[in-house]
């Protein structure tokens, strides 16, 4: 799991969570990379992230400046699951659950745009040319 869906789920349903921080988040993280937004949230300031156009990084910044325990206490628990009893999460397990997230994604934009049934039918017609 990246920093930024753990920090998510984090937010996610509590006090921090005024109805667009997530979506915001997952909106630059899209535009950058995981580990670029961590970067930034992590060396730029509030005002800088906002100038930059990162509302949701700018959020987190926000977070990090104004309750360093929560956030110094999710960056403890990210570790601690990060190398916990599992050991440490393998960068090619990170890359293929992102690569499946993304699949998944353009899987389900298809769907919304010309439906299940005409997608069933590529995914029969891709799984025979294979």
Known sequence: MEFVEFIVKKIR??????????????????QLTPKTAKRYVTEFSPSKLGRLGCLGLRKLAIIKRDHPEIWNQWLQEYEQMKHGKQGVIADEDLQEAKEQDIAFQHLKKAVELVGINKVELWLQKFKQDS
């Open 13 to 30: 349903n509590t006090d921090f969570d005024d109805g667009y921080i997530v979506q915001q988040i997952l909106c630059d993280v899209n």
